[in-house]
């Protein structure tokens, strides 16, 4: 099956704590994203990859960072300097010259 | 910089009843807007994305219209049911931002059966 999985679904740490979050596609994308979702509003943009050892920061890059060692994989880490890190967190990827983007479930992380 | 704005933020109409959904944006400039659907809990699905060219794009039930010179977009969702039940979200990509995606907080519409 052709897709994007992120992992796991539900993630609980304690604040203080670095967490990394999983997205893997097999979908053979170029770009890759990573977006957080407040309860209630839109998604805003983290950061995001437009091919293998680059990345670029999105709109609420601070307290976050981010790896492309390889096509298929872009984890996402929260670090204890976000202020707020309880969110869903939602991944995209979208093939080279085409527009749409194609998302994953998303991973709850919960940071009490 | 890109705002892009939905409202109402929720919505509630009888099953059969037409839907209408909102979506305005401030720059013009776009490459696209895209249409996606989210179920609670879960990732977005797209439903349309209509080109800077494009009036409008449709699929089955959906029909979704670009206006650029008066930043609006439209997305009709035709003899709605219970299954439509979800929240709608557009996102705007600008030209000058890489195409990077604005999105709007979202509609959640209830269908009534």
């Known amino acids: 099956d052709g897709g994007i999985t992120q992992s796991p679904k539900y993630l609980f740490r304690k604040e203080g704590q670095n967490v990394t979050l999983s997205c893997e596609q097999n979908l053979n994308h170029d770009a890759m994203y990573w977006y957080r979702q407040d309860p209630g509003q839109g998604l805003r943009l983290i950061y995001y990859?437009?091919?293998?050892?680059?990345?670029q920061k999105g709109d609420i890059a601070e307290g976050y960072s981010v790896s492309r060692e390889k096509k298929e994989s872009f984890p996402l880490t929260v670090t204890s300097a976000q202020k707020n890190p309880t969110a869903f967190y939602l991944c995209?990827?979208?093939?080279?010259?085409?527009?749409?983007?194609?998302f994953g479930p998303g991973t709850r992380l919960t940071v009490t | 910089k890109q705002e892009v704005t939905q409202i109402p933020a929720a919505l509630s109409v009888p099953e059969g009843e037409n839907l209408v959904l909102n979506c305005s944006f401030t720059?013009?400039?776009?490459?696209?807007l895209q249409w996606f659907r989210q179920d609670p809990g879960k990732g977005l699905t797209s439903l349309l994305l209509?080109?800077?060219?494009?009036r409008e794009q449709t699929s089955g039930r959906l029909n979704a219209s670009l206006d650029k010179s008066s930043g609006r977009s439209t997305l009709y969702i035709a003899a709605s049911q219970p299954g439509d039940s979800a929240t709608y979200l557009c996102?705007?990509?600008?030209?000058?931002?890489?195409?990077?995606?604005?999105f709007g907080g979202g509609t959640r519409v209830l269908v009534k059966p």
């Open positions: 996102a705007a990509s600008l030209k000058a931002a890489g195409n990077k995606l604005t």
């Open positions: 720059d013009s400039a776009i490459y696209n």
């Open positions: 995209a990827s979208k093939p080279s010259g085409l527009y749409e983007q194609y």
């Open positions: 209509i080109q800077s060219s494009q």
């Open positions: 990859s437009q091919i293998v050892n680059d990345f």
